[in-house]
């Protein structure tokens, strides 16, 4: 056995639960989402059993206060939303909340993404960088790359926080267009239009945010 790797003993006919342990064990130091080879390589074991040791974590903690959810292409140890408000209150925090507008400048950014400054201002009728820029400093969305039109303008895309705060494994598991009202209310848009300052935003707790 390498020093610093965990070995198994293998259990026929199902998943031994010293891997399950294990899995579990390293999804708790990590807080982040850990992406499978990533459990696998630290534990010296195949891929498909640790695909199949999750998948029963997965089922085991379903209703538990820590939920195994699948986030931003990996795996997460999560409070169970039905005790957010009781972690807050122990915390002494509270939800973090967007704007009315940034909700809609989210929204674009996630559908229509990459997408530009102007793009957005196009489709909002008024002028974004503000809030684009708060969202930015907030790690929901992050430049990448220029256009070539004139004046080169960046284009913005989402982050892997911005698939943690909601709970998506990857982009293809955006809300169909007939539950996008739904998503954006889901940040908590607060009654002002005015952005929050970018020091009171945190990410959710649980862990540090994915690497994108």
Same mark, same amino acid.
């Given at each position: 056995?390498?020093?610093?790797?965990? /070995?198994?003993?293998?259990?026929?006919?199902?998943?031994?639960?010293?891997? +399950?342990?294990?899995? !579990?064990?390293?999804?708790?130091?990590?807080?982040? #989402?850990?992406?499978? #080879?990533?459990?696998?390589?630290?534990?010296?074991?195949?891929?498909?059993?640790?695909?199949?040791?999750?998948?029963?974590?997965?089922? @085991?903690? &379903?209703?538990?206060? =820590?939920?195994?959810?699948?986030?931003?292409?990996?795996?997460?140890? &999560?409070?169970?939303? @039905?005790?957010?408000?009781?972690?807050?209150?122990?915390?002494?925090? %509270?939800?973090?909340?967007?704007? @009315?507008?940034?909700?809609?400048?989210?929204? +674009?950014?996630?559908?229509?993404?990459?997408?530009?400054?102007?793009?957005?201002? %196009?489709?909002?009728?008024?002028?974004?960088?503000?809030?684009?820029?708060?969202? =930015?400093? &907030?790690?929901?969305?992050?430049?990448?790359?220029?256009?070539?039109?004139?004046? %080169?303008?960046?284009?913005? &895309?989402?982050?892997?926080?911005?698939?943690?705060?909601?709970?998506?494994?990857?982009?293809?598991?955006? #809300?169909?267009?007939?539950? @996008? /009202?739904?998503?954006?209310?889901?940040?908590?848009?607060?009654? /002002?239009?005015?952005?929050?300052?970018?020091?009171?935003?945190?990410?959710?707790?649980?862990?540090?945010?994915? !690497?994108?």
């Amino acid at each position: 056995m390498s020093e610093g790797i965990l /070995e198994f003993p293998q259990r026929p006919g199902g998943v031994d639960p010293e891997l +399950i342990a294990g899995v !579990e064990a390293l999804l708790f130091a990590a807080g982040s #989402p850990l992406a499978v #080879p990533v459990i696998a390589q630290a534990l010296g074991e195949p891929a498909d059993e640790v695909r199949v040791a999750l998948q029963v974590l997965e089922q @085991r903690r &379903r209703d538990t206060g =820590v939920v195994l959810d699948r986030v931003a292409g990996g795996w997460q140890l &999560r409070t169970a939303p @039905r005790f957010a408000a009781a972690v807050h209150h122990l915390l002494g925090t %509270r939800p973090q909340k967007l704007s @009315r507008s940034a909700s809609e400048v989210l929204a +674009i950014v996630a559908w229509r993404q990459p997408v530009t400054k102007p793009e957005i201002e %196009r489709l909002r009728g008024v002028d974004s960088g503000g809030v684009l820029k708060h969202l =930015v400093d &907030r790690g929901l969305v992050r430049t990448a790359g220029r256009t070539e039109d004139p004046g %080169r303008p960046l284009l913005y &895309r989402t982050t892997a926080l911005f698939l943690e705060v909601f709970g998506l494994p990857d982009l293809a598991a955006l #809300p169909t267009l007939a539950e @996008r /009202e739904g998503m954006v209310r889901g940040l908590g848009p607060t009654d /002002e239009d005015d952005v929050p300052p970018a020091s009171e935003v945190s990410p959710p707790s649980g862990g540090e945010r994915a !690497e994108e």
